[in-house]
């Protein structure tokens, strides 16, 4: 079992920036493709930014130039640094680990084995 705590989420008025990150408990963390994922009250789950372990990015379009996912393989952990943020960013930011089980594009929650609890980010207009 993989253990992901996120953090960082907070309020933030639209044009702010926000750092989230999550911690994981993986002995083989390194190995893991990471991914970034939200889900607004009332709304489906949908995908926000992806590494793998060879550090090869994904994003959605609707961050792509906003956002920035790294990892500190160190530190066993994954960040998402938001910019520019936009009140239809709110939503419940989730982390989800790939440990290279599952097959598919990265932008599918479906890929994903494990999951954070999340992390709430509000972006005021």
């Known amino acids: 079992q993989v253990q992901l705590v996120e953090s960082g989420g907070g309020l933030v008025q639209a044009g702010g920036s926000l750092r989230l990150s999550c911690a994981a408990s993986?002995?083989?963390?390194?190995?893991?493709?990471m991914g970034w994922f939200r889900q607004a009250p009332g709304k489906e789950r949908e995908f926000v930014a992806a590494?793998?372990?060879?550090?090869?990015?994904y994003y959605a379009d609707s961050v792509k130039g906003r956002f920035t996912i790294s990892r500190d393989n160190d530190k066993n952990t994954v960040y998402l640094q938001m910019n520019s943020l936009k009140p239809e960013d709110t939503a419940v930011y989730y982390c989800?680990?790939?440990?290279?089980?599952?097959?598919?594009?990265?932008?599918?929650?479906?890929?994903?084995?494990?999951w954070g609890q999340g992390t709430r980010v509000t972006v005021s207009s």
């Open positions: 993986g002995r083989t963390f390194s190995s893991y493709a």
């Open positions: 590494i793998t372990s060879w550090s090869t990015l």
């Open positions: 989800a680990a790939d440990l290279g089980r599952t097959g598919g594009y990265y932008s599918s929650q479906r890929r994903y084995e494990y």
